[in-house]
T-cell receptor, first 120, second 110 residues
Framework: GAVVSQHPSRVICKSGTSVKIECRSL??????MFWYRQFPKQSLMLMAT?????????EQGVEKDKFLINHASLTLSTLTVTSAHPEDSSFYIC????????????????FGPGTRLTVT | AQSVAQPEDQVNVAEGNPLTVKCTYS??????LFWYVQYPNRGLQFLLK????DNLVKGSYGFEAEFNKSQTSFHLKKPSALVSDSALYFC????????WGAGTKLIIKP
């Protein structure tokens, strides 16, 4: 199946600094990628939907100036957590939409392994 | 409004027994339904989906799910559980966009 990589897998940064997380689709082109945040008690929260070549669509309550998303190519999307604070510590996951042979996105996504961000 | 409910935070099953992980949904129109699994220290993996057709959908690793329109459910099942099935399972439904359930931790005991 399709593979999505995410880098780094873990990052520790100091409060006030910025961190960039990369998400790559390795063997397919992803016009749409998604960024999620997973909380300790399991739930998966969609942060934003990223479309190649256009601005990301952020979910309600997600600060677009804090979580900068760039989807500059069909295989790469990046999430930059700006001026990180301890409350931003979390598990961030990206996924890429699979349009399959029909070219129509039904909802199936391929996920990266996630990035554990710790802000000290 | 769209919603997905996984009523059980955790399900415990003995190895070799059948397992069921429950999911109910609310969406206008025809639902697209999905199950994903997250193994420890690994990314989420697609298990199976229902778009249309046969109500019983077969997926990866021997899992299957039954779409029940009248009960608005899409429960995940496996006839004989393995210890290696222990993981976090997510149900999702797509209406206007993909909505995720809270997840169910499945523990299979030897």
């Amino acid at each position: 199946g399709a593979v999505v990589s995410q880098h780094p897998s873990r990052v520790i940064c100091k409060s006030g600094t910025s961190v960039k997380i990369e998400c790559r689709s390795l063997d397919f082109q992803a016009t749409t990628m998604f960024w999620y945040r997973q909380f300790p008690k399991q739930s998966l929260m969609l942060m934003a939907t990223s479309n190649e070549g256009s601005k990301a669509t952020y979910e309600q309550g997600v600060e677009k100036d804090k979580f900068l998303i760039n989807h500059a190519s069909l295989t790469l999307s990046t999430l930059t957590v700006t001026s990180a604070h301890p409350e931003d510590s979390s598990f961030y996951i990206c996924s890429a939409a699979d349009s399959g042979t029909s070219g129509v996105y039904e909802g199936e996504q391929y996920f990266g392994p996630g990035t554990r961000l710790t802000v000290t | 409004a769209q919603s997905v409910a996984q009523p059980e935070d955790q399900v415990n099953v003995a190895e070799g027994n059948p397992l069921t992980v429950k999911c109910t949904y609310s969406v206008s129109g025809n639902p697209y339904l999905f199950w994903y699994v997250q193994y420890p220290n690994r990314g989420l993996q697609f298990l199976l989906k229902y778009i249309t057709g046969d109500n019983l959908v077969k997926g990866s690793y021997g899992f299957e799910a039954e779409f029940n329109k009248s009960q608005t459910s899409f429960h995940l099942k496996k006839p004989s559980a393995l210890v290696s099935d222990s993981a976090l399972y997510f149900c999702a439904v797509r209406g206007e966009k993909l909505i995720w359930g809270a997840g169910t931790k499945l523990i299979i005991k030897p």
